[in-house]
């Protein structure tokens, strides 16, 4: 049984930092991307990140470059999203993803979702003014 589990979320003030985490249970991130998505209130689900388990290599949306990083473990399975100088704007329910086996082009391509064969089940990020 595959599961993804997402944590990290929580509230915290403009300007603030939080790290995501998406552990993988019942199948490995190598040969895969891992992207997280993020939904606002009364809007569309967004790709925001996405690494390659094979070799590491990274894609950001403009918003989040330089701000946020994404970085995995592949010991734990686990893939973290580091999100710094957090805006009010960010406030999100936030889900990794991962791909099938060998499904393993990044770029803007990361939010077409249907690539997705495996979500978890979303964390909430509050980022207040």
């Known amino acids: 049984d595959v599961q993804l589990q997402a944590s990290g979320g929580g509230l915290v003030q403009a300007g603030g930092s939080l790290r995501l985490s998406c552990t993988a249970s019942?199948?490995?991130?190598?040969?895969?991307?891992i992207s997280w998505f993020r939904q606002a209130p009364g809007k569309a689900r967004e790709a925001v990140s996405g690494?390659?388990?094979?070799?590491?290599?990274?894609y950001y949306i403009p918003s989040v470059k330089g701000r946020f990083t994404i970085s995995k473990d592949s010991a734990k399975n686990t893939v973290f999203l580091q999100m710094n100088n957090l805006h009010p704007v960010d406030t999100a329910v936030y889900y990794c993803?991962?791909?099938?086996?060998?499904?393993?082009?990044?770029?803007?391509?990361?939010?077409?979702?249907?690539?997705?064969?495996?979500w978890g089940q979303g964390t909430l990020v509050t980022v207040s003014s």
């Open positions: 019942g199948v490995s991130f190598d040969s895969s991307i």
């Open positions: 690494i390659s388990g094979s070799d590491g290599s990274t």
């Open positions: 993803a991962a791909t099938g086996l060998y499904d393993v082009c990044l770029g803007p391509t990361i939010a077409v979702e249907s690539r997705y064969d495996y």
